[in-house]
């Protein structure tokens, strides 16, 4: 297995440090602004709730294991359907692969109990031949279902780029219908690690964020997503694809 070089923060400042009532009365205070912000999210997730939604042309097909299917066997039988679309370098290695990509395919795997409780299949689509990028999903040892959408047209796509995350939903008739898509920093509801890191000291460490000085910063012209040449999930497995 890979290790991922690791280099000691450097750290040159701290915050003040307090007794614990200041401290708690501190927190009481965020929290107050924490508790609106997760209100607002309600608000507009109540809204997203309620958004239009277009249909899916029955001729749209993508490629999996099975080969060519209709788009409508990627709900697994299940009423709704979250798709990743996945950008694709042809003919790169897999340290040349989307990096921004990478690091949402690599946080949403594992066991997807919790979606599929409430009747929700998660899929990728990637937008490489499914016998080229397959391979770069079992090196990444990725278990959610894997599909290729090169050739979906624009019936799915719409003359969009991959890199998206998008929300499908299902009729009793077999009518599929897009009730949902982002993307750009849309996708972070992919990036459990980003939620994590917000409630850290030092945050994300990237440069664009509101830290106070002498907080630690990635270092200029190192991606926040790749480490020493490679995107930063694939240190944790190991050899190359087949």
Partial sequence: MRHLPIEPLAVSALPTATSREDYEAARASLLVKEKAHSRAGDAIAAERRRLPMIEIPESVTVVGAKGEVPFLEAFEGRRMLVGYFHMWHDGQPAQGQCIGCTYFA???????????????????????????????????????????????????????????????????HGRVYETYWTTDRGNEAGFWSYSLLDRTVFGRQEAWEDSPDGWPKIPAGQHQWRSDGRPLAQWDVTGEPA
């Fill in 106 to 172: 690599s946080q949403v795997q594992g066991p997807l109990a919790h979606l599929h409780a409430r009747d929700v299949t998660l899929a990728y689509f990637c937008e490489g031949t499914y016998e080229e990028s397959r391979a770069y999903a079992d090196f990444m040892r990725y278990t959610a279902p894997w599909y290729s959408a090169r050739d979906a047209g624009d019936g799915l796509l719409a003359g969009r780029d991959f890199g998206w995350l998008g929300c499908y939903v299902r009729d009793d």
